[in-house]
């Protein structure tokens, strides 16, 4: 989707049916980056889930095509986010380790996070068994076992002109 109107300058703010993160760079695309309500995309204790490598799930800065892929595999967790519909929107995904560190240094106290640990959409490479997950108490990453029980929390993005 393409943004027609300015974004905030606070990290916070409510824009765009959440909550706005900041801007972030994929490829020659700019993007504004919108982390969904607490009360309407998050969810508690859950499983990444799998065992085997997701074609297409590896991105370390594309959330979107990671939960698409995701969502392909059958996975549940990509099912979820992109069935979400907040406020009339229905673009909705897991963010990516990019994505995700940015919500950590931008929405820490701002943002409704628990001080836990959230998946990202973003496979680890050196075991099909595993995903990046972001730690929202000490900012860390780990590669999690894909069956862990952490939390998750969708985004969507905006074009920026």
């Known amino acids: 989707m393409e943004l027609k109107t300015p974004t905030p300058t606070a990290a916070g703010t409510p824009f765009g049916g959440g909550l706005y993160v900041g801007r ?3 490829g020659e695309q700019m993007f504004a980056l919108i982390a969904a309500p607490v009360d309407f995309g998050e969810l508690g204790a859950t499983a ?4 085997k490598t997701v074609a297409g799930a ?8 990671n939960t698409q892929a995701m969502a392909d595999a059958g ?3 990509g099912n979820w986010a992109q069935a979400l519909r907040i406020e ?5 995904y897991l963010p990516s380790r990019l994505e995700a560190l ?10 409704g996070f628990k001080r836990d640990w959230y998946w990202t959409s973003t496979q680890y490479s050196g075991d099909d068994a595993c995903a990046w997950s972001q730690s929202f108490t000490t900012g860390s990453q780990y590669d999690g076992r894909k069956r862990d029980q952490l939390r998750a929390r969708a985004v969507r993005r905006l074009i920026i002109q």
């Open 24 to 26: 972030f760079a994929l």
């Open 48 to 51: 990444w889930g799998g065992t």
């Open 58 to 65: 590896l991105s370390v800065d594309d959330g979107l095509a």
């Open 75 to 77: 996975g549940a967790l």
């Open 88 to 92: 009339g929107f229905d673009d909705w």
């Open 102 to 111: 940015l919500m950590f240094s931008k929405l820490l106290e701002s943002g």
